[in-house]
């Protein structure tokens, strides 16, 4: 018992420091170690689950150390707190070494080497851990490109699959940017934009600001980490950090899918205008080819009639008020134009009727 209680106090002074700065300093080796510590416990856990004894002596270990915490001594990391606990331990250490920018790249991949050994026939243990751990380390990844200077596109980050991690990790940066006051949400958007991978970056803020607010802090829920802290609001930072950036907005408008963009400006009702005015610059920009038939534009940036058209068809089958906002626009942009009927004359007149066998 006494050999137990040694590893289990080995071990939560493992996990405390796996979410600090002192991580950098590990090496492979090291990782190799704490994982080993995590699956022992876990073994433990299968092992005694049903035995009273040794699970209520584990529990007042536990407690006493959750006692601990401002005292001398390490503190048990938050997750930690009782018996159960320990079946996924190995999760909450992948968990933080994974979501932990101080962890060094040899590190990091003896990291998800340990955890996806590659082609093989893993025990049924195994497999379970892996499947348990595979989307910890889509956050790690996510990590590399949100919290790294150093960021090497990657092609796995552009699966929608990670595509919601990554905006997960964004919004809780945010939010830990805006407790500590150490550095502004927007200086940190800021950053990077200007040195990210542009539009990767799109797509993860269009998906950020699609999360529901309960997403943000599902992974620590189903682990039973418990945390005291309220979750800021990340999508507000980013929306008005967005809205503050015209060249930003600009290319978030033009780049991200139409369906995309109607669903973000549906949800930020502050959106909808300065997209709906982009739009309408986008249209005065074009004019009627005669010969042609077409609207075309002049420069090659100009958005084709093709483009124009699916935005507009998208926002106009998205629900009250935003689609009534979109057509009461139209509208009022024909009638400015000398409200015709006839095609050619209007862009917007055209729209219209492009539009009225799909509204």
């Not at 990091?108 to 499947?131: I, M, N, S, T």
């Not at 689609?323 to 006839?342: I, R």
């Amino acid at each position: 018992m006494d050999s137990l209680l040694e590893h289990l106090e080995r071990f939560s002074e493992v996990l405390a420091v796996s979410r600090t700065t002192h991580v950098r300093t590990w090496d492979p080796a090291t990782v190799r170690r704490a994982l080993q510590w995590a699956g022992y416990l876990r073994h433990i856990h299968r092992r005694f689950g049903r035995h009273t004894h040794i699970r209520k002596a584990l529990e007042r270990r536990l407690q006493n150390q959750w006692k601990q915490e401002g005292e001398s001594g390490p503190a048990l990391a938050p997750g930690l707190a009782n018996f159960q606990a320990l079946g996924h331990c190995d999760q909450l250490l992948s968990l933080r070494l994974l979501a932990n920018p101080a962890l060094g790249d040899a590190a990091f991949h003896c990291l998800l080497q340990q955890l996806f050994p590659g082609p093989g026939v893993p025990d049924a243990e195994e497999e379970a851990l892996q499947g348990s751990l595979a989307r910890f380390a889509r956050c790690r990844t996510a990590a590399h490109m949100l919290h790294f200077h150093a960021y090497r596109e990657n092609p796995v980050l552009q699966k929608d699959s990670l595509m919601k991690t990554q905006a997960e990790l964004l919004l809780r940066r945010l939010q830990e940017v805006g407790e500590s006051e150490a550095e502004s949400p927007g200086r940190l958007l800021s950053r990077l934009w200007e040195r990210l991978p542009q539009n990767n970056f799109l797509k993860v803020m269009a998906a950020a600001l699609l999360l529901p607010p309960a997403s943000l802090r599902l992974q620590e829920e189903e682990l039973g980490v418990c945390s005291p802290r309220t979750p800021g609001d990340g999508g507000q930072e980013l929306i008005r950090w967005l809205l503050g950036k015209s060249d930003v907005v600009v290319a978030f408008c033009r780049n991200l899918p139409a369906e995309v963009l109607t669903s973000v400006a549906g949800r930020h009702p502050e959106l909808s205008p300065v997209y709906l005015g982009l739009l309408t610059n986008w249209g005065r920009q074009l004019h009627y080819d005669l010969p042609k038939g077409l609207w075309i534009g002049t420069e090659p940036q100009d958005v084709p009639w093709e483009e124009l058209l699916s935005r507009f068809q998208s926002l106009c089958q998205a629900p009250p008020p935003l689609k009534d906002e979109v057509l009461t626009a139209l509208k009022s942009y024909k009638a400015q134009d000398g409200d015709f009927e006839v095609p050619g004359l209007s862009i917007w007149t055209d729209l219209l009727l492009a539009l009225g066998s799909r509204v």
